[in-house]
């Protein structure tokens, strides 16, 4: 054999030594990571956050399916919740996706391995779940829209839009961890704005009319709604509720809103819940909860509804209007 062949037969053996490897790679299916969902039932009203969610992972490359799949478990009640997690904990998924403090509890409770992220958390320091925004340790990380803050402003905003308020029913719900925290905050608030904070707990949909039977008893001027997983997929009855007893209502989220609410100051959560596709990502390569510093929302909106206003016999001064970010006519 000549020097030549020699050198072309070498090359040849050395290219396919490359080559195989690189093809035995490319045909070798794509892990399939996955991710267990917690969420409120019914799975409808929870439509735009999951499709968040979702595109999110599509930007960053996820498909469905192919390299990753979504194990969703919708509670109709927080009782739920712990069944929920052990049975993602049993199908050995990667990350549990539990939206908010309420979800976030359970969860935690289950494991310290499985990383655990959030989208819409009220305040994971001050409920215990973290250590600190920028350094959370432990196996829980995400996005914040700090409600313990968000909370007092809305009360503010409320006065604004309801001069004449002096006694204001605040709504809130006992099996969302977070609510303990915002409340402190939102009486501070009520101090300093020189009104009466008739407060009171609302943890079932059964709940709700006679809480606001009571309302319309003791002359409450207006009320504040801590958002929650039960005012979000109860937004519907929250509203007709609130009609039917004139009440001016500030809500958690803009949705509230949209069905029939008066007003809401919230965090653009369908973003956040978008963002939170990163924490998934970064933690799927590798990267660990502990070390991923919790981002807050960037995007805040104040959501009118005109007809609601009417309805109820409210006027809105023009000023307060042009604040607006959306006014729903």
Known sequence: MGRRELITLLGGA?????VQPLVARAQQPEKLARIGFLGPAPASAFLPRVEALRAGLRELGYVEGKNILIEYRWADSVDQLPEFVAELIKMKVDIIFAPSSTYVEPARLATKTIPIVFAIHADPVGTGHVASLSHPGGNI??????????????????????????????????????????????????????????????????ELEAVFVTMARERID???????????????????????????????????????GLMSYAADLNDLFRRSATYVDKILKGVKPADLAIEQASKYELVINLKTAK??????SESFLLRADKVIE
Do not use: Y
């Not at 995400?142 to 409320?158: F, R």
């Not at 937004?235 to 609130?242: D, I, N, S």
């Open 14 to 18: 050395l290219a396919a030594s490359l």
């Open 141 to 206: 990380t995400g996005l914040t829209m700090l409600l313990t803050d968000l909370a007092a402003k809305e009360l503010e905003i409320l006065k604004e839009a309801v001069p004449r308020a002096t006694r204001i029913g605040v709504v809130w719900n006992p099996t969302t961890p977070s609510h303990a925290t915002a409340l402190p905050a939102v009486k501070a608030a009520g101090e300093k704005l020189e009104m009466t904070l008739w407060i009171e707990p609302v943890a079932s949909v059964e």
């Open 222 to 260: 207006a009320f504040l709604v801590l958002a929650s997983p039960l005012s979000f997929s109860q937004r519907a009855p929250l509203a007709e509720l609130a009609l039917k007893h004139r009440l001016p209502g500030m809500f958690g989220t803009k949705e509230n809103v949209e069905v029939g």
């Open 311 to 316: 309805a109820i016999g409210l006027t809105i």
